[in-house]
């Protein structure tokens, strides 16, 4: 049984799953690294379904809800990759339980900043540069801590993402 919450999350995504993507190839470009696709949607569909769990973390909510010593207060949040703020960071931020999450006013603006650390941080020039998709896949894995379950992983969620849309190719490549 497929949750609806699950099939609207991923139907608001893939759309600025492919933003990403043309972001990601024109940013390349820009910054001298030869990509032919930019960053597969596929892959950032995959990426944020495994770490956001399909959009049921508290961090890439719309809003976080905070109690404070003057009551209740809410917060924008919008990361959906979970991306931590770094040394670098001089945007908003949300602290949950320990961590310190970016924050962003909404979904465009994650775009962005998503795509700039895709190409800026340096850690996956050579994904953007794979010459084929599957190659983008296994270099993609490789940058994760167990790639050989992260790639398992990655290949199931886009599966099971590809049933919960009625097997519509939505997911394209360039």
């Known amino acids: 049984m497929k949750d609806e919450d699950q099939v609207a999350f991923l139907e608001k ?6 933003l990403i993507q043309e972001y990601c190839y024109y940013k390349s470009e820009f910054n001298n690294i030869d990509s032919p696709y930019g960053l597969l949607p596929s892959i950032i569909v995959s990426e944020i379904l495994i770490r956001s769990d399909w959009g049921k973390h508290r961090v890439c909510q719309e809003e976080i809800v905070f109690e404070t010593s ?7 949040s919008n990361n959906l990759a979970l991306l931590e703020v770094g040394k670098t960071w001089k945007g908003k931020s949300n602290t949950i339980d320990g961590v310190d999450y970016r924050a962003y006013r909404d979904w465009q603006v994650f775009a962005a900043d998503y795509s700039d650390y895709m190409v800026f941080s340096g850690l996956f020039n050579g994904v953007l540069e ?4 599957n190659e983008q896949f296994e270099l993609f894995a490789l940058t994760k801590n167990n790639p050989e379950e992260y790639h398992r992983d990655m290949l199931e969620t886009i599966n099971i993402a590809q049933w919960y849309l009625d097997g519509k190719e939505r997911i394209r490549t360039r």
């Open 13 to 18: 995504l893939i759309p600025r799953a492919l």
């Open 70 to 76: 003057k009551g209740i207060s809410k917060r924008y």
């Open 130 to 133: 794979a010459g084929s998709p």
